[in-house]
């Protein structure tokens, strides 16, 4: 059974960094893509970033490019989220997910694509 962990949420101020974790447990990196999304309330969940282990290349929106970075340890079978140059409106739950090969690069934030989810974790970053 697939499974995925997010942790590493927390409150921070504006300038600040966080890193996120996602542990996985039932599948091996190697053939899958895993993916972070945030859903702020009152919006539509937005994909974040994605790293797509199996291909290689990692991806991310417009609006954390130069700011986060995907990474992963195979061996401890997690991908990291490190966010960096926090803003306000960064602040909501990210998501972790996952779905083996197959992934349609062009679409990679698109929520429908991922077959797993983890739990969220909040981030909530001050002014």
């Known amino acids: 059974e697939v499974q995925l962990q997010a942790s590493g949420g927390g409150l921070v101020q504006a300038g600040g960094s966080l890193r996120l974790s996602c542990a996985a447990s039932?599948?091996?990196?190697?053939?899958?893509?895993v993916g972070w999304f945030r859903q702020a309330p009152g919006k539509e969940r937005e994909g974040v970033s994605c790293m797509r282990d199996y291909g290689g290349g990692t991806y991310y929106s417009d609006s954390v490019k130069g700011r986060f970075t995907i990474s992963s340890d195979n061996a401890k079978r997690t991908v990291y989220l490190q966010m960096d140059m926090l803003k306000p409106e960064d602040t909501a739950v990210y998501y972790c997910?996952?779905?083996?090969?197959?992934?349609?690069?062009?679409?990679?934030?698109?929520?429908?694509?991922?077959?797993?989810w983890g739990q969220g974790t909040q981030v909530t970053v001050s002014s």
């Open positions: 997910a996952a779905r083996a090969a197959g992934l349609i690069l062009s679409a990679w934030n698109s929520a429908n694509q991922y077959d797993y």
């Open positions: 039932g599948f091996t990196f190697d053939d899958y893509a």
